[in-house]
């Protein structure tokens, strides 16, 4: 069944098959002067709204011109038939109408009040406006000058997209339902058919006009955005060539006159007309949705001179998100420009990476073994420290010592960099760790540290190599008890001493003065000289229990003690983390605050807000993954949870709460900066503009570098 405001088999246009509010002139006689109105000029309704004369009278519904007793304002008021008034489904409708039309609040869409009741009378109560409907116009003098239909092309357009910004399908688009205002603006009315997008899905009926129905409508299939865009190009082909497309009295008709239209056709029609102009058309109309433009925002930037984002700045709105992503230029590099900016940006990303590695710390240290050997060379010593349980896990990585250097810089301020491919105990330090059972650490991070899982279980293993393979420090935790038997045997450190790269007989034993890291029974010390820098001195350290060795370590001289954790800060830097945390908890309080009033006023982008908290997610949560160092087996679900919980999602909300916060205002005063990244959170990966400015800023910050 074909719902609509006009009769099938008449004409569809006639002025009183259309109940718009403003479907004639106020000038003009009522066509239907004939008949007996329901209400006498002078009626006063609901002691607020009184009757001034009849607009229009049609199949489904009449409208009034009224004036606003209380507001002294010109309305339009808008009645069901009598026929209908018992209807539940039609007075359902009415509802529907103004709590959708309502919604749509735009300069060139007509704006609807309230709904009231009187006497069994349901009305609308919507916006007067004082001139002519897009239909009669066209009728009148045919077709319409080229800048006039170029304007009111852009107002029919900018009326659409604040619709199809709130989500708002027309379904009934049509130059009877397009009136042209006393200063020749165009205004969309009648959202008697609107529905919202999600409401259509999985829906079939046919409602709407005929002559304006897109194919899929008069089928039965999907009606969504694009159905819209269908009509609006039927409105466009009729005011720049004075004619309708379609002109059949009901379904079957139209959808025959559709099969015979080809695009063919279509352009002979067309071809007298402005390249855009046939363009935006053609395309439009194309039977298959996905053919048609994106969006409407697309056929205002195709339109002449169509740039709404300007538009929207100039009138003191925020454009939408969707007006921002379709603004600006394609964004395409000529040939000529693009090769030698690549050919510029392989050269100086070649030129970093070479002086990066040349200039870097790590490139003047040695590294004689591989991460392999050195493994393979801790796993040798472990075996002598005998430790309390054989291993279950092993972790190993580098780390950096600062202790030389501070040394150097005092002792060597020529270059305190110099020696570094002689020095005997290397900066650099490769650390091992092994444990009878797996190394999880506690840390939110999931990184695997010196101390994280803590150095307590019995038969852990703590061990220190340089990058020369030369043992500078190992321990293992023994176990709680000790044996009942007295261990009378003695630890051979001699072999210990070479394994450290060192000559037991040059050393000279000494009273211990450092702590070891665990219990102990008997301790050991020896001084002594680095054999390749004879003027620098080092001491040995080591301890057993009970005839099993539990430490050795190598002490140079620019190895500190750890000192008592004493916070000595002043007064004012305490202050100043105090004020820090203040000013932090009072921007997620003003981010938060400004986030709800842009979602209360419908000035935020929700969509591609979630899209960039999503995409934050992901992001945060595979650089912890790729940052931890447990293995596949162990990351079970609670770890994954803790993951998600502690630090991606929180990321990924504040992600989501600043985009909320600050886009609206940077979209309403410089959105043009906006373009590109709006394109890329739609999903528009392959835009020319998105790839153009990712490779500029790449080029920029090699160039930084």
């Known amino acids: 069944m074909v719902q609509s405001d006009e009769t099938p088999g008449r004409d569809p246009e006639a002025p009183d098959r259309d109940p718009d509010p403003t479907a004639l002139r106020p000038d003009t006689p009522h066509p239907s002067s004939g008949r007996q109105s329901r209400f006498t000029p002078g009626t006063v309704l609901e002691e607020r709204y009184r009757i ?18 209380k507001l002294g304002q010109q309305v339009a008021l808008k009645f069901l038939p009598r026929t209908l008034e018992r209807s539940p489904g039609q007075l359902s409708r009415l509802y529907e109408e103004v709590r959708i039309g309502r919604q749509v609040s735009h300069p060139n869409v007509c704006r609807l009040y309230d709904i009231g009741e009187w006497e069994a009378n349901h009305f609308i109560a919507m916006e007067y406006i004082d001139g002519e409907d897009l239909a009669s116009l066209i009728r009148r003098i045919g077709r319409l000058p080229h800048d006039k239909a170029v304007d009111l092309s852009r107002d029919i357009c900018a009326g659409l997209a604040a619709a199809h910004g709130l989500d708002v399908i027309h379904r009934d688009l049509k130059p009877a339902n397009v009136m042209i205002d006393g200063r020749g603006n165009a205004r969309i009315t009648d959202f008697g058919l609107a529905a919202f997008a999600g409401d259509l899905e999985g829906t079939s009926d046919i409602a709407g006009t005929p002559a304006y129905m897109a ?75 996905a053919q048609r433009p994106s969006s409407i925002h697309v056929v205002i930037a195709a339109l002449p001179g169509g740039d709404p984002l300007q538009a929207a700045l100039d009138a003191g709105e925020t454009p939408s998100p969707e007006v921002v992503a379709a603004a600006g230029e394609s964004g395409e590099l000529a040939p000529a420009v693009a090769w030698p900016l690549l050919i510029l940006a392989l050269l100086l990303l070649t030129s970093a990476a070479w002086f990066s590695a040349r200039d870097s710390l790590l490139h003047r240290i040695p590294m004689p073994l591989t991460d ?46 110099a020696d570094l491919d002689t020095v005997h105990t290397s900066p650099l330090k490769f650390r091992y760790r092994q444990s009878p059972r797996e190394l999880r650490p506690r840390d939110l991070s999931l990184s695997i540290g010196w101390n994280d899982p803590p150095f307590a279980t019995p038969g852990m293993v703590n061990m220190v190599l340089d990058p020369r393979g030369n043992l500078l420090y190992a321990a293992t935790v023994p176990l709680q008890k000790r044996a009942s038997e007295s261990a009378a045997r003695e630890v ?26 665990v219990s102990t029974t ?58 820090f945390v203040l000013l932090f908890a009072s921007t997620l309080l003003l981010a938060a605050f400004l986030a709800r009033r842009n979602v209360v006023r419908g000035r935020s982008d929700r969509k591609n807000a979630f899209r960039l908290a999503m995409v934050g997610l992901f992001v945060m949560t595979a650089a912890q993954i790729a940052d931890s160092d447990m293995i596949a087996s162990s990351l079970v679900v609670g770890t994954i949870v803790t993951i998600l919980l502690q630090q991606s999602i929180g990321f990924a909300a504040f992600l989501w709460l600043s985009y909320l916060a600050l886009e609206p205002y940077l979209r309403r005063r410089w959105p043009r900066t906006l373009i590109s990244s709006t394109r890329l959170l739609s999903g528009r990966l392959s835009d020319p503009r998105v790839g ?12 930084m570098q």
């Open 372 to 417: 392999e050997q050195l493994e393979f060379r801790a796993l040798e010593i472990a075996e002598l420290m005998k430790p309390a349980a054989p291993p279950g896990d092993r972790h190993h990585f580098f780390s950096l010592s600062d202790d030389y250097f501070e040394w150097a810089r005092e002792n060597r301020a020529d270059d305190p960099w």
């Open 215 to 289: 194919p899929e409508q008069l089928t039965g299939g999907a009606v969504t955005k694009k159905t819209d865009l269908y009509a609006l190009g039927l409105i466009l082909y009729e005011m720049f060539t004075g004619k309708r497309l379609f002109d059949g009295s009901n379904v079957a008709e139209i959808a025959s006159q559709h099969s015979a239209t080809s695009s063919q056709s279509l352009s002979r029609d067309t071809g007298d007309l402005e390249s855009s102009i046939q363009r935006v058309i053609l395309r439009c109309l194309e039977e298959d949705p």
């Open 52 to 69: 001034v004369a009849p607009l229009g009278k049609g199949g489904m519904g009449e409208v009034y011109r009224a004036e606003d007793l």
């Open 692 to 703: 153009r400015d990712i490779f500029v800023g790449v080029l920029a910050g090699l160039l």
């Open 522 to 579: 008997r301790r050991f010390a020896w001084n002594g000289t680095f054999p390749t820098q004879p003027d620098i001195t080092l001491r040995i350290e080591a301890a057993s229990w009970e005839g099993r060795p539990i430490w050795f370590e190598v002490f140079p001289p620019w190895q500190k003690p750890l000192a008592p954790h004493v916070d000595e800060r002043s007064i004012l830097a305490k202050s100043a983390d105090i004020i």
């Open 492 to 517: 051979d450190w001699t072999r210990f001493i070479e394994l450290a790269g060192f000559d037991p007989t040059g050393l000279e034993e000494t009273s211990p003065e450092w702590a070891p890291p």
